[in-house]
């Protein structure tokens, strides 16, 4: 199974003797299935001068995370668009590829941790708001023809079903630790399953991105959309009247279960294995 990191790269609300913010980067192991703990992975901080900010110091230091870290990262995500230049130079000088992607959950639970528990016990430490990361909207790429679903359907699984996935047949896809979901073990889980009779190929093909949400867009009522990476967005599937209504209730079910939910893909519904599934949570950064 490969490794895989999350990281950020930026500054944080502390101050150094002139009066300039201190950088940090953080990096944790991207725990993939639904029964791990994120605390047990690897983590790994480092404090950086507001004047060695760049992408040299930070190869330097993922250097130094890969040297104590068990297992060196075949894939590392970061969701700072704004910072994309400075993580992917870095990280290409290490021969390690850098995505973007809304996949970081691990890294965003632990900076809450570290905002509310570690940088107030830091010297120079200024309280300050931490504004929302906010990503531009793209318009909708369409999905390759040979990979459209034939069929589709709305499903509900309880939170504690998920425990199992590990034991499920499935080719492609990814989980988070259900730890993470701040949900009861009885809560509802929306999500859609496609099916295909190229089911494998297109769970394949979206293995290949950082699948983030599906979701129903307003501003384009006829559609299902499928989004990646931090705001590459596909058109999944065109909608019919009858449809809508049911697409409404996906989107309000999604807001009950605070955005978790899953999307399936399979040959059939009367095959048990899946081609692919992605358990996703739309959180805001």
């Not at 496609?194 to 979206?206: E, L, P």
Request: negative net charge; hydrophobic residues 40%.
């Amino acid at each position: 199974m490969a490794t895989i990191w999350e990281l950020d790269y930026y500054s944080r609300p502390i101050l150094d003797e002139q009066n300039k913010k201190i950088w940090e980067v953080v990096i944790c192991e991207s725990p993939t299935t639904v029964e791990v703990q994120p605390e047990t992975l690897f983590r790994f901080s480092k404090y950086c001068p507001s004047t060695e900010v760049n992408s040299g110091w930070l190869k330097d230091a993922i250097e130094s995370a890969i040297s104590e870290a068990p297992n060196p990262p075949d894939k590392i995500r970061f969701f700072r668009q704004a910072m994309n230049n400075m993580i992917t130079t870095a990280c290409k000088g290490l021969d390690v590829p850098a995505v973007l992607s809304r996949r970081t959950f691990a890294l965003s639970a632990w900076l809450q941790d570290r905002a509310q528990n570690v940088y107030p016990q830091e010297p120079g430490y200024q309280p300050s708001l931490n504004p929302s990361v906010v990503f531009p909207v793209l318009p909708p790429q369409v999905l390759p023809e040979a990979l459209e679903g034939q069929k589709w359907t709305f499903a509900t699984l309880p939170l504690e079903a998920l425990q199992e996935m590990g034991e499920w047949s499935i080719d492609f896809g990814e989980a988070f630790p259900l730890s993470l979901t701040e949900l009861e073990p009885d809560a509802p889980v929306p999500g859609l399953i496609i099916f295909s009779k190229r089911a494998t190929a297109m769970a394949a093909w979206m293995s290949g991105l950082e699948i983030a949400a599906v979701k129903y867009d307003l501003a384009l009522p006829n559609r299902l959309l499928l989004e990646t990476g931090v705001n590459d967005r596909w058109f999944l599937t065109t909608l019919d009247k009858k449809a809508i209504p049911e697409t409404q209730q996906f989107e309000e079910a999604k807001t009950r279960s605070n955005q978790v939910h899953f999307l399936a893909i399979q040959e059939s519904p009367e095959v048990e294995a899946f081609a692919g599934f992605w358990l996703m949570r739309d959180m805001p950064f």
